[in-house]
């Protein structure tokens, strides 16, 4: 038997008008940042989902980054997130200089556990980071309740949760700054690429300074000033207009793109029943608060043995199914730096946590060809 085409992990999908967009950019004689598509970008944001104000820039990394400097994160700071993330979470606040404090995951999802973080709040704690894991939310009513109480800011890493919702509010539009990822593996995408929202109004003017590396510019523009000149730090966190007009052609299709993405997470869903009633791995738990955005399918083995097994199993099928975060509190970066306090479910999701290929274009025949491989696995 020939050997099947092999199902990536991942496949960027384009709607189609990506390149029409980015010739129309082209040939507008303005590429640099914040034209026309740019704004087009921010509107939908601010239309669609209610945000306060959104601005591009050119990651997920870099929107986190503007927000560790807009609450002025210095040395001696310290700032709460999961170990269980991408480290992006974190490297921006280490940029300025903080310690990370890290949280554990919850019992039944990898999001942060909100009740063991009150206890690792000090004086020194400015911010809180949640990272909404396969774009479910984390328990944002009590987390922002100890926003109030301590005063400390929350900063959303929704770089997977676009169009997801917290007891029906949109993740990233609650804490003080969401950050999104548009980054090719997320739902929508543009390459790299990713955006912060700006959720208080105190934040708006010196969010476009530092955007625009200390500049008052985009008030200038706007007529606002009379002059332009450097009135702050801050760095090129703007995205060009290539970027934004790819990006709004794929923004444009956001309801087709999540409807075909929530089909296929369903269908694994329920093929993968069967499995977990008999206590052979574990599907993912939805939050009573939470909404699924179909960012990513992930099963939990029973052990890292049995994982690797599967992996195994799956590659020799042509399928590519992989693992995701390990633990950051006992990364070779942070493992001296971290407070010695054991993280037993950031470390379960780092052994037993796997995910399957999800992605606009796989078809019908294919994800069964998934299901199957993953059953028979499993003696099923
Ligand atoms: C993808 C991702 C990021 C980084 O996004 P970039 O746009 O690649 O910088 C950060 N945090 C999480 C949780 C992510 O999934």
Redesign the pocket.
């Given at each position: 038997m020939a050997n099947p085409e092999s199902i990536p992990f991942n496949k960027p999908f384009l709607t189609g008008r990506e390149v029409d967009y980015i010739r129309q950019a082209v040939e507008s004689g303005k590429i640099s940042g914040d034209g026309l598509f740019t704004r087009k970008c921010h509107q939908f944001f601010t239309e669609r989902f209610g945000f306060h104000k959104a601005l591009l820039t050119t990651?997920?990394?870099?929107?986190?980054e503007m927000a560790a400097i807009l609450l002025d994160i210095r040395e001696g700071d310290e700032v709460i997130a999961p170990s269980y993330?991408?480290?992006?979470?974190v490297n921006a606040f280490i940029l300025r200089g903080a310690r990370i404090v890290f949280a554990d995951s919850a019992e039944d999802t990898p999001n942060l556990d909100h009740q063991q973080v009150e206890a690792l709040i000090t004086p020194r704690t400015k911010a809180i980071i949640p990272?909404?894991?396969a774009g479910m939310a984390c328990e944002m009513d009590s987390l922002m309740a100890l926003s109030q109480r301590y005063p400390l800011h929350i900063v959303e890493?929704a770089?997977?949760a676009i169009d997801s919702y917290y007891k029906g509010r949109p993740l990233g539009g609650i804490g003080t700054f969401g950050?999104?990822?548009?980054?090719e593996?997320?739902n929508v995408i543009s390459g790299?690429?990713?955006m912060l929202a700006v959720n208080k109004p105190e934040f708006d003017a010196r969010a476009e300074i530092i955007r625009e590396k200390g500049t008052n510019r985009s008030a200038f523009f706007r007529g606002e000033v009379d002059k332009y000149g450097w009135v702050d730090m801050g760095s090129s966190f703007l995205p060009s207009e290539i970027i934004a007009a790819f990006l709004y052609a794929q923004l444009e299709n956001l309801a087709q793109i999540q409807q075909k993405r929530k089909a296929l997470w369903e269908r694994y869903f329920e093929c993968f029943e069967p499995l977990e009633k008999a206590g052979k791995l574990q599907r993912p738990r939805i939050p009573d608060y939470a909404t699924n955005n179909a960012h990513m399918f992930y099963l939990v083995c029973n052990s890292l043995d049995e994982r690797s097994g599967l992996i195994a199993h799956l590659k020799s099928r042509g399928i590519m199914a992989v693992f995701h975060y390990l633990s950051l509190h006992s990364s070779k970066f942070y493992a001296e730096k971290h407070d010695g306090r054991a993280l037993p479910r950031a470390d379960y999701y780092t052994d037993r946590l796997l995910r399957l290929p999800l992605y606009y274009e796989l078809d019908a025949a294919s994800q069964e060809r998934v299901i199957d491989a993953v059953l028979s696995f499993y003696g099923v």
């Open positions: 990651s997920c990394t870099d929107a986190l993330t991408f480290v992006s979470t990272v909404h894991y890493d770089a997977q950050a999104f990822s548009f980054h593996t997320k790299e690429g990713g």
